[in-house]
């Protein structure tokens, strides 16, 4: 889920401990998985994802508007991928449709 660069045996852990007090178990080993890339279950997608915003809360900032302000930047992402998309297509779709046939 993660998938960018390697999590320390360290950070493994200390994230793992912050997720424990959180109400979350998962093993360091497993946290080291899910951030190479590994896909979560459907029990550990939660955890991957609140694993993902540990700095913002370890920062000061409340879980759920660490998940809110998530939410809003993952909306927002799909909402401009969608319209570069749409964008694409019509650029495309005229330049066909302009040329000359034959």
Known sequence: MIGIGALSDEDALRRSRRLEQ??????????????????PTAA?????????????IDSGMSPEQAVAEDTRMRRTTRAVL?????????????????????
């Not at 994802?49 to 913002?56: C, F, G, I, N, Q």
């Not at 650029?91 to 449709?97: K, Q």
């Open 22 to 39: 959180l109400g979350f178990v998962v093993t360091p080993k497993r946290l080291q998985q899910l951030h190479a890339g590994a896909r």
């Open 44 to 56: 550990e997608t939660h955890v991957a994802r609140l694993a993902e915003l540990l700095p913002k």
């Open 82 to 102: 969608i319209a570069l998309c749409a964008i694409t297509f019509i650029v495309l779709l005229a330049a066909l449709l302009s040329a000359p046939l034959g």
